[in-house]
């Protein structure tokens, strides 16, 4: 366990549907991240925050819309996916958002997207 | 552009022997290698985080090395177990001006068999 729980484990939906991932840390972080990761392709950072607020955004398309109403939890709102979007997405905290050397990553288990 | 290339792709040894995994990379300006263990249905686990000045780092049977002349590092695991079949992802951070950067690799899939 990581102390980085992530909800729903899979997760089936069409293209119209509306659905939410969320994400809780345990481990009084100040940052929380969204990635992407697709087969065999390295991990895309979708979504940074820092303190609740959002201090990166890597040109993600506005049908991934994050919410962060405090530092423990984040939300990824979806909307109108399409296919290309399945892929498992992960969350991720660390004490700060720098990538320096005393600033791990936590990641939780990710939800395991599929759009039909 | 800053990259993470990782070698083998896919991996297959018996159980209780070594591997070496490797990490090359054109990152700069380099702040710090790491390595993470992914195990199938989970996230990344850290292993280990390597700094310019260290050469070698272990974490029980895993012992990552780096050559930051060369930009080289490779992650050794020691007698095998069933349990190391995983995916190990090499992570490198750059030092930008509005904090540093990660560049994940594509991972390498290990997979120990009896």
């Known amino acids: 366990e990581t102390g980085v729980t992530q909800t729903p484990r899979h997760l089936v939906m069409g293209m119209t549907n509306k659905k939410s991932l969320k994400c809780e840390q345990h481990?009084?972080?100040?940052?929380m991240y969204w990635y992407k990761q697709s087969a065999k392709k390295p991990l895309e950072l979708m979504f940074v925050?820092?303190?609740?607020?959002?201090?990166e955004n890597n040109s993600v398309p506005s049908r991934f819309s994050p919410e962060c109403p405090n530092s423990s939890h984040l939300f990824l709102h979806l909307h109108t996916l399409q296919p290309e979007d399945s892929a498992l997405y992960l969350c991720?905290?660390?004490?700060?958002?720098?990538?320096?050397?005393?600033?791990?990553?936590?990641f939780g288990s990710g939800t395991q997207l599929s759009v039909l | 552009k800053n990259q993470v290339e990782q070698s083998p792709q896919s991996l297959i040894i018996l159980e209780g022997k070594n591997c070496t995994l490797q990490?090359?990379?054109?990152?700069?300006?380099?702040?710090?290698l790491r390595w993470y263990k992914q195990d199938t249905g989970r996230g990344p686990v850290s292993l280990t985080i390597?700094?310019?000045?260290?050469n070698t780092k272990s974490n029980g049977r895993y012992t990552a090395t780096l050559d930051a002349d060369t930009k080289q590092s490779s992650l050794h695991i020691t007698a095998s177990q069933l349990s190391d079949s995983a995916s190990y992802i090499c992570?490198?951070?750059?030092?930008?001006?509005?904090?540093?950067?990660?560049?994940f690799g594509t991972g390498t899939q290990l997979k120990v068999e009896l």
């Open positions: 991720a905290s660390s004490s700060g958002t720098g990538g320096r050397t005393n600033e791990k990553l936590f």
């Open positions: 481990l009084g972080h100040n940052a």
């Open positions: 925050y820092s303190l609740e607020e959002r201090v």
């Open positions: 990490c090359n990379y054109t990152v700069s300006p380099f702040s710090n």
């Open positions: 390597m700094t310019f000045s260290e």
């Open positions: 992570v490198v951070s750059a030092i930008t001006g509005g904090g540093n950067k990660l560049t």
